[in-house]
T-cell receptor, first 113, second 115 residues
Framework: DAMVIQNPRYQVTQFGKPVTLSCSQT?????MYWYQQKSSQAPKLLFH???????NEADTPDNFQSRRPNTSFCFLDIRSPGLGDAAMYLC????????????FGSGTQLSVL | KQEVTQIPAALSVPEGENLVLNCSFT??????LQWFRQDPGKGLTSLLL?????REQTSGRLNASLDKSSGRSTLYIAASQPGDSATYLC??????????????FGTGTQLKVEL
């Protein structure tokens, strides 16, 4: 059974139209991460939540926001998607921030028209 | 700044061959190193996690080694199968100045195992 679930699997949006991607987990992990992965590139960390504590990466554009209403769910909001935001968005969890293994969802492939 | 490099970028081998994938990193102050597998258009699956105090980890046909002082890790795949075809990424969790830590990924090695 999938432990980190991302919906939808594929998302198409229009240039400038807000979009929300969702992630849920059944592992009861403290930490949830959002990564952006463009074609043939390494995943790039956008931000993470340690419990309710939000940690933004310094180079994450303001266009990207996140919400974590409870332990199980985390959302990625893209306020005004541009063509350059088309990518695979990966959600991951870990029990703690230190030496723990990361568990990834299947990803949401975002297209911007 | 931590840089993670994986060589080769792509590799094609016949079924049954033993192979080695390489990962190198520039900053040896790491917590751990993790190897992942990624199938096309999918998320990442964790294969092996090596803590900084360990030298290697094994799981089935996979063996990962870590030489922290030289900034290198290898993933050894024995008796490769077509089902092993995927992109393999290594990721290094390093210590940040002032506390905290960060995971940095390499760009991966795309493996194709042919019949």
């Amino acid at each position: 059974d999938a432990m980190v679930i991302q919906n939808p699997r594929y998302q198409v949006t229009q240039f400038g139209k807000p979009v929300t991607l969702s992630c849920s987990q059944t592992l009861n992990h403290n930490v949830m991460y959002w990564y952006q992965q463009k074609s043939s590139q390494a995943p790039k960390l956008l931000f993470h939540y340690y419990d309710k504590d939000f940690n933004n990466e310094a180079d994450t554009p303001d266009n990207f926001q996140s919400r974590r209403p409870n332990t199980s769910f985390c959302f990625l909001d893209i306020r005004s998607p541009g063509l350059g935001d088309a990518a695979m968005y990966l959600c991951a969890t870990s029990r703690d921030r230190g030496s723990e293994k990361l568990f990834f969802g299947s990803g949401t492939q975002l297209s911007v028209l | 700044k931590q840089e993670v490099t994986q060589i080769p970028a792509a590799l094609s081998v016949p079924e049954g061959e033993n192979l080695v994938l390489n990962c190198s990193f520039t900053d040896s102050a790491i917590y751990n190193l993790q190897w992942f597998r990624q199938d096309p258009g999918k998320g990442l699956t964790s294969l092996l996690l090596i803590q900084s105090s360990q030298r290697e980890q094994t799981s089935g046909r996979l063996n990962a080694s870590l030489d922290k002082s030289s900034g290198r890790s290898t993933l050894y795949i024995a008796a490769s199968q077509p089902g092993d075809s995927a992109t393999y990424l290594c990721a290094v969790r390093r210590v940040l100045t002032g506390g905290g830590n960060k995971l940095t990924f390499g760009t991966g090695t795309q493996l194709k195992v042919e019949l």
